[in-house]
């Protein structure tokens, strides 16, 4: 699937051209030719022989952008002086800093915010441990912890590599739910030493949030810290990512008049976020579900099981289904896929049921071309941003840990999950809801807010709150 010009790709070139008017106008026929997009041209000097100019462009990878730049240098008159990638200036220097939170302008204030004052604090906090929730940064802070070995798309690419992302994590905690996160880029991918290091870190936090670790690695580490820490675990590759399905699947069953705990629905994809997905539908309701993997159906008996497989199988694929993909599909309601581009064809989506929803969510390339699944299903979402129904983590993590930290939560349960996804779900109204909106924007107004209640009512409800 061709890629169109993104931001993302976006590159700023400075230019100096000749006087003449004309020059100007064939910036942007020169852009256009390879397959750019202008989006601004400013003007930063001028004179009566001389103009120069920033030409900020789109493209489609860096190989485009310098085709760009190349098409550009070509024209009569026009000299290239300086190119910028926008993306990496935006990078420069990390994405996020440390604040104060309180003015230190004379010396009361500071006595008070250090010493000696802030020995009785300690003193308090020592006293009763609970108390550091309250007087400490605790009350707002999450740890985004990776060993980066499952990073985006690029796979592992090791801790430094990782701190980009991570970062960009953190700052969208604070964009969107006022949480202050931190970047925790550990140099090993070790089980016991990953518990073992967020283990003795945690005191300083009020939630963590795992963040591309591999599987199967990243189940055990989980499942370790949830046993051993007082403060909610979230993997939010699989938990965040299993939360927006819910929410979208609850409005595309909606616009399809068909109810969760009837359809029949097929998977694809049997790693950290397919097995998510599968856990929490089955918590919401859903009863009729077959996963596949690269190896086919997975059934009861098959040879190569592991420990997450064998329990898909002890608790999916009840008629005991052992053909391909394409066979699952056929006669499905529903397909989600979090797996690998280009698996199914608009031939394989036909033999869907009537009414049918696809979830292609590989990223960037989906299971299906989503033009060809929409002749065909009813509903259609991906990953991507530049089709609709995007399914997008940063819809659900930051209002999910807001609520959490606002219970004083001591875990993370199903329950609390499938509130946040109805919480999401019902941003949409009635009235807007259709095939090509089921899930809001995370620009929504007020979308993280409903989210974080949600979950602070399930957390209270729940006993999760502090002791």
């Known amino acids: 699937m061709a890629s169109l010009p993104s931001v993302s790709y976006s590159i700023t070139v400075r230019l ?9 106008s064939s910036l942007t026929n020169a852009v256009e030719h390879v397959g750019g997009v202008i989006t ?32 550009l240098g ?7 002086h300086k190119v910028s990638d926008r993306t ?31 020995a009785r604090v300690s003193s308090a906090i020592a006293a009763n441990r609970e108390d550091a929730r309250r007087l400490t940064i605790k009350r707002n802070s999450v740890a985004v912890v990776t060993d980066g070995s499952a990073v985006l798309g690029l796979g592992n ?3 430094e590599a990782s701190m980009p992302v991570m970062e960009g994590k953190a700052a969208l905690f604070k964009r969107f739910a006022d949480i202050d996160a931190w970047p ?34 990243c189940f055990e580490v989980e499942a370790r810290l949830r046993e051993l820490l007082d403060i909610p675990v979230f993997h939010d590759d699989q938990h965040g990512t299993a939360i927006v399905v819910l929410a979208a699947l609850r409005n595309a069953l909606r616009v399809v008049e068909k109810d969760l705990s009837e359809v029949r629905v097929a998977m694809s994809g049997a790693g950290a976020a397919g097995t998510a997905i599968l856990k929490l539908l089955m918590h919401a309701g859903a009863k009729d579900i077959v996963v596949c993997d690269v190896h086919g159906a997975v059934y009861k008996d098959r040879p190569d099981l592991d420990a997450n497989l064998s329990w898909i199988a002890e608790n999916t694929n009840q008629v005991g289904y052992r053909g391909d993909l394409k066979g699952a599909v056929r006669g499905a309601d529903v397909f989600i896929g979090v797996s690998a581009p280009n698996l199914l064809t608009g031939d394989d989506i036909a033999e869907m049921n009537d009414g049918s929803i696809i979830f292609a969510l590989a990223n960037p390339d989906p299971e299906i071309d989503p033009e060809i699944a929409h002749l065909h299903a009813s509903v259609v979402a991906t990953g ?8 997008n983590n ?14 004083q939560s001591h875990n993370v349960d199903s329950d609390m999950m499938v509130a946040a996804a109805e919480a999401l779900a019902d941003v949409v109204s009635d009235d807007e809801r259709g095939p090509h909106y089921i899930i809001p924007s995370v620009f929504h107004s007020g979308l993280s807010q409903r989210v974080a209640e949600a979950v602070r009512k399930a957390a209270t409800k729940s006993g999760a709150p502090g002791r």
């Open 157 to 159: 690419i090791g801790p």
């Open 40 to 71: 601004a041209l400013d003007v930063t000097s001028a004179g009566h022989e001389k103009i120069r100019i920033d030409a900020t462009c789109a493209a489609r990878d860096t190989d485009h952008a310098q085709a760009i730049v190349d098409a």
């Open 88 to 118: 990496f200036l935006m990078h420069l220097g990390g994405k996020i800093e440390i604040k104060s939170k309180v003015p230190l302008r004379n010396r009361d204030e500071l006595s008070m915010a250090y010493t000696p004052g802030v």
């Open 16 to 24: 100096e051209l000749d006087g003449g008017g004309g020059t100007v």
């Open 184 to 217: 925790i880029a550990l140099d090993t991918q070790d089980v016991d030493e990953i518990v073992r290091t967020v283990q003795v870190i945690a005191p300083g936090f009020g939630g963590i949030n795992l963040e591309d670790i591999s599987a199967p690695r």
């Open 384 to 391: 991507r941003s530049d089709y609709p129904n995007q399914i």
């Open 74 to 80: 070509a024209i009569e008159g026009v000299t290239v």
């Open 394 to 407: 940063v819809l659900v993590f930051p209002g999910f840990f807001r609520g959490l930290l606002d219970a």
